[in-house]
């Protein structure tokens, strides 16, 4: 299963930006079922989860991106969302989707990540 994520950009502090990922090889009942998270890696750091949405629709979110990130999915559509607001330089980093287990595995290789660059 390839995971395509989308959407990244260079944005002054302060803007938005909307990440896509999108699984066109899972089919829908497996996409259901799964819990999905955005990670990014900035440079010289380890790849963190920012933000995961369970199978039910419940969210979780990093502290540092609390009341700035929203999570969605469009189950119909195999999507993932990342709304991103109140961008920080802090933000800069490639951003990536994945499947993970409920102890927090991540269950895909990872596929391309969306560049995303925050201007202060």
């Known amino acids: 299963v390839q995971l395509q994520a989308s959407g990244g950009g260079l944005v002054q502090a302060g803007g938005s930006l909307r990440l896509s990922c999108v699984a066109p090889?899972?089919?829908?009942?497996t996409f259901w079922s799964k819990h999905m998270g955005w990670y990014r890696q900035a440079p010289g750091k380890e790849?963190?989860?920012?933000?995961?949405?369970?199978?039910?629709?419940?969210?979780t979110y990093a502290d540092s991106v609390k009341g700035r990130f929203t999570i969605s999915r469009d189950s119909g559509e195999k999507k993932v969302y990342l709304q991103m607001s109140s961008l920080r330089p802090e933000d800069t980093a490639d951003y990536y989707c994945n499947a993970y287990s409920p102890t927090g595995t991540v269950e895909y290789n990872w596929g391309q990540g969306t560049l995303v660059t925050v201007s202060s």
């Open positions: 790849r963190e989860l920012v933000a995961g949405i369970t199978s039910n629709g419940d969210t």
């Open positions: 090889r899972m089919i829908s009942s």
